[in-house]
Nanobody
């Protein structure tokens, strides 16, 4: 009904940059919140950044001033630009979207996950 496909990620040296993308498709009437989460080995999944349909943005303190979330509503896509990456940013990153479908269901859909590794 709703598919979420992520792209981007990979291996980067400390101080480098990466950009993640996440595109939603399917029976979408409207997308509300689009969020990025991450989960490092042995740690709980945490909300990294989120953007609402009206453009309200939130970041976890550890990424403020380094990460930028944005969305393109014409493409049902959310982006996460990550600059000044640190080894502690290493994690599996997940996209999450909250969607109203065309048959009036509220759906919470996850992407497949993208590995980000920051290492020299």
């Amino acid at each position: 009904q709703v598919q979420v496909v992520q792209s981007g990620g990979g291996l980067v040296q400390p101080g480098g940059s990466l950009r993640l993308s996440c595109a939603a498709s399917g029976s979408i009437l409207k997308i509300y919140t689009m969020d990025w989460y991450r989960q490092a080995p042995g740690k709980q999944r945490e909300l990294v950044a989120g953007i609402t349909g009206s453009g309200i943005i939130n970041y976890v303190d550890s990424v403020k001033s380094r990460f930028t979330i944005s969305r393109d509503n014409t493409k049902n896509t959310v982006y996460l630009q990550m600059n000044s990456l640190k080894p502690e940013d290493t994690a599996l990153y997940y996209c999450n979207v909250q969607v109203w479908t065309t048959d009036w269901n509220s759906v919470n859909a996850w992407g497949q996950g993208t590995q980000v590794t920051v290492s020299s």
